[in-house]
Nanobody, 122 residues
Framework: QVQLVEFGGGLVQAGGSLRLSCAAS????????RAWFRQAPGKEREFVAA????????FYADSVKDRCTISRDNAKNSVYLQMYNLKPEDTAVYYC???????????????WGQGTQVTVSS
């Protein structure tokens, strides 16, 4: 059974940092692109960051650029999202995803986690 599980969400004050992790099982994800999306209440799920299968290229949404770093460890089948200088508008459920290519569209990803809540207080 293919499974993606996110860890590391929680409550943090504005200006703080948080590191999300996503562990994969049931499939070798080393050849797949990985990404993070987020969804705030009442809003569409939106792209946050993506990384190619070998980590050679990364992509970020303008809203988080310079405040986030995506990385991966293929030996651990894991992907990470380090977030800095968090803002209240970063509050959302964060989802990790895996797919054939790194892209900003949800449709490019076949596998999704259940999400982890990130809440940033002002």
């Amino acid at each position: 059974q293919v499974q993606l599980v996110e860890f590391g969400g929680g409550l943090v004050q504005a200006g703080g940092s948080l590191r999300l992790s996503c562990a994969a099982s049931g499939l070798t994800f080393g050849s797949l692109a990985r990404a993070w999306f987020r969804q705030a209440p009442g809003k569409e799920r939106e792209f946050v960051a993506a990384i190619t299968w070998n980590g050679g290229s990364t992509f970020y949404a303008d809203s988080v650029k310079d405040r986030c770093t995506i990385s991966r460890d293929n030996a651990k089948n894991s992907v990470y999202l380090q977030m800095y200088n968090l803002k209240p508008e970063d509050t959302a459920v964060y989802y990790c995803a895996a797919g054939i290519r790194a892209a900003t569209g949800k449709g490019s990803y076949n596998y999704w986690g259940q999400g982890t809540q990130v809440t940033v207080s002002s």
